[in-house]
């Protein structure tokens, strides 16, 4: 035990079943794998936005990517933001980056 809380055996029993049940979940036949992102329509591009924050230093960043119908990238940016107080903040920022990039690269 080396001065470590232990569990209470109910917890114990409920963390045990959980686990059984998510194990029992995966590996029912038929379980789709995640493909990944899917691609667009030809006539439609994919803008694809992200955004990170630091709570600690209250700065972030964005990272956007403009794919077309192939999965062939248009166009891409990144950008270092220094001052952010949450992640909706640094969402936005994402979401305002990917508009203009979107705008830039002529995507209509």
């Known amino acids: 035990m080396h ?3 232990i569990q209470r055996p109910s917890k114990s029993g409920l ?3 959980t686990l059984t049940k998510n194990y029992k979940m995966a590996t ?6 995640r493909q990944g992102r899917q ?16 709570e600690g230093t209250g700065s972030g960043s964005t990272g956007v990517i ?8 248009i166009a891409a940016s990144h950008t270092f933001l220094p001052y952010l107080v949450d992640v909706p903040m640094a ?7 990917g508009l203009l990039l ?7």
């Open 3 to 5: 001065g470590e809380n």
């Open 39 to 54: 691609k667009p329509s030809e006539e439609f591009v994919k803008v694809n936005i992200d955004a990170s924050f630091d």
């Open 15 to 17: 963390s045990i079943a």
């Open 28 to 33: 029912i036949k038929g379980t789709k794998e």
């Open 91 to 97: 969402e936005a920022f994402a979401l305002k980056e």
């Open 66 to 73: 403009i794919r077309d119908w192939t999965g062939g990238a």
């Open 102 to 108: 979107a705008q830039h690269a002529g995507c209509n």
